[in-house]
């Protein structure tokens, strides 16, 4: 049997807050394997983006985790530190939810993905260059100069997103989490970069954590799923199976809202069965 990327037995994570510490996941086992696309879906506030923060093992000393997280079969908690800092961009890639936070003001376009490109050490400047434009024209940006030497400030939304997620696989990371990396795009980008992802799968066997609101794009491109409802995981498995026959309450409403919200889903995604009872 393949060896997981990564995998998560019984992960709970606690912070503290003015009343104590409290749960902000609770039990969750998963595991994603070379080329697989995990969707991971919940309302605001479920522990989408603190579940991809302890993947990549960068919740502070604020949060207390308890369970275990291996990376390729290594416990995370366990490994000298080198190793542990090496996860991040090299083994695990992340696009953030926030880009603008994220990108560095005085850095331009070329500086950050260079900055991701700085394990190649075997590339010339030249080749840089050119791997650099190759990462501008996947995410389905423009590769030319005034791009390359712009600030974050000068970017609209969707530009940064996508200088994120191309800085995120300059590294070429065997798992790549990105929450809400598509928010602002607009459909055509949308699919662009869902298409780049698909083909790194295919290519060469890279797996995606792919934490969104998108339940459409979710039901479409992912080849599991995880439903998180305060820090608990409702329902996990294959997609096709769980989207089909939705066993919680709580996912038929979702489901229910993205279609009232989404009038551009077709109802075929979500059979009628499916969200039957919803409680909305
Ligand atoms: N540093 C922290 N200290 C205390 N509580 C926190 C901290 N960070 C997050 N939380 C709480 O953990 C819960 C989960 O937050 P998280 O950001 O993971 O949710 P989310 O599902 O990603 O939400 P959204 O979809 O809005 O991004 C929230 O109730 C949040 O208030």
Redesign the pocket.
Same mark, same amino acid.
């Given at each position: 049997m393949t060896t997981p990327l990564f995998e998560a037995d019984t992960l709970t994570v606690r $912070?503290?807050?003015p009343s104590g510490w409290h749960d =902000?996941l609770r039990d969750i086992s998963f595991h994603i394997k070379p080329g697989d696309i995990l969707g991971v879906v %919940?309302? !605001? %506030? !479920? %522990?989408? !983006?603190?579940?991809g923060l302890a993947c990549l093992d960068l919740l502070g000393s $604020?949060?207390h985790i308890s369970g275990t997280r291996r990376v390729k079969g290594h416990n995370i908690d366990t490994m000298a530190e080198k190793a542990r800092t090496a996860i991040r961009g090299r083994t695990i890639g992340y696009v953030p939810?926030e880009p603008m936070t994220a990108l560095n003001p005085g850095m331009t376009v070329t500086q950050h993905l260079a900055e991701g490109l700085r394990h190649s050490t075997a590339l010339s400047r030249q080749a840089k260059a050119e791997r650099i434009g190759e990462l501008l024209q996947a995410v389905g940006l423009d590769s030319g100069p005034h791009l390359r030497q712009a600030y974050p400030h000068t970017l609209s939304g969707g530009q940064r997103q996508r200088i994120l997620l191309a800085a995120a696989l300059a590294g070429k990371p065997d798992l790549l989490i990105a929450d809400?990396a598509t928010t602002a795009l607009d459909p055509a980008s949308r699919d662009t970069v869902v298409a780049l992802l698909k083909a790194q799968a295919a290519e060469r066997g890279m797996a995606t954590i792919l =934490?969104s609101?998108d339940l459409e794009l979710v039901a479409r491109h992912t080849s599991s799923l995880l439903v998180?409802r305060g820090?608990s995981i409702v329902e996990q498995g294959q997609t096709a199976t769980v989207m089909a026959q939705p066993a919680s309450v709580y996912l038929r409403s979702l489901l229910a809202l993205s279609l009232r919200f989404t009038p551009r889903a077709p109802l075929s995604l979500f059979p009628e069965q499916a969200i039957q009872g919803a409680e909305v």
């Open positions: $912070a503290r807050n =902000i %919940g309302e !605001s %506030g !479920s %522990g989408k !983006s603190t579940l $604020a949060f939810q809400e =934490i609101h998180l820090g």
